[in-house]
């Protein structure tokens, strides 16, 4: 089956440390999004990928990194910098000339 | 700027009601609209889209008609059933392919039995 997948689906952070949020698709899709989803505030952009090897930040980069070394693979760091870690992450796919985009199921960060 | 407003919520509905979730656009250009749905602890799926102007997307009773007159992209759905209970994302896109869709708030809807 294609789709998108997000590991873990639960991930504690203990202060000052990074974290890193995996997100796999195997659509064959190009471009490749990361979101942030906090209670009431919708979506918001965190970076995203058009081609490997290239990204451009979003709304809300400060605190986080991204890589793009493969086609089908997008991980995001929530670095010690982001003060308020907590939210649901969510990563996205979209096809080359589609605007139409894919989720994945999330993964949700705590604090401890 | 782009940007997408929906009416506030939560909305709270009898099982077989009638459901509008009203959503308003500001964009340059064209856009495409769209809306996706999300159930509890799950990531976003898409529920429908319109690329152009009184386009009607539609999909499992849901429809929205594409206004550029009034800006709008309202959702409705002649009778909700309990396993509509989710919440609603209006998004837009501006034509431009490869880049991120500006979303709405969202609107939790419940319905009862």
């Known amino acids: 089956d294609g789709g998108i997948t997000q590991s873990p689906k639960y991930l504690f952070r203990k202060e000052g440390q990074n974290v890193t949020l995996s997100c796999e698709q195997n659509?064959?899709?190009?471009?490749m999004y990361w979101y942030r989803q906090d209670p009431g505030q919708g979506l918001r952009l965190i970076y995203y990928?058009?081609?490997?090897?290239?990204?451009q930040k979003g709304d809300i980069a400060e605190g986080y990194s991204v890589s793009r070394e493969k086609k089908e693979s997008f991980p995001l760091t929530v670095t010690s910098a982001q003060k308020n870690p907590t939210a649901f992450y969510l990563c996205?796919?979209?096809?080359?000339?589609?605007?139409?985009?894919?989720f994945g199921p999330g993964t949700r960060l705590l604090v401890l | 700027g782009n940007s997408v407003t929906q009416m506030e919520g939560p909305v709270t509905l009898s099982e077989e009601a009638f459901l509008t979730i009203n959503c308003t656009y500001t964009?340059?250009?064209?856009?495409?609209l769209f809306w996706y749905v999300q159930y509890p602890g799950e990531g976003l799926q898409l529920l429908l889209k319109?690329?152009?102007?009184?386009d009607k997307g539609s999909n499992k009773g849901f429809e929205a008609t594409y206004r550029k007159e009034t800006t709008s992209f309202h959702l409705e759905k002649g009778s909700v059933q309990v396993s509509d209970s989710a919440v609603y994302f209006c998004?837009?896109?501006?034509?431009?392919?490869?880049?991120?869709?500006?979303f709405g708030k969202g609107t939790t809807l419940s319905v009862s039995s």
């Open positions: 996205a796919s979209s096809m080359t000339g589609q605007e139409t985009q894919y």
């Open positions: 659509l064959n899709h190009d471009a």
């Open positions: 990928s058009q081609i490997v090897n290239d990204f």
């Open positions: 964009a340059t250009g064209y856009p495409s």
């Open positions: 319109a690329t152009k102007a009184d």
């Open positions: 998004a837009l896109s501006v034509n431009q392919a490869g880049t991120a869709l500006i």
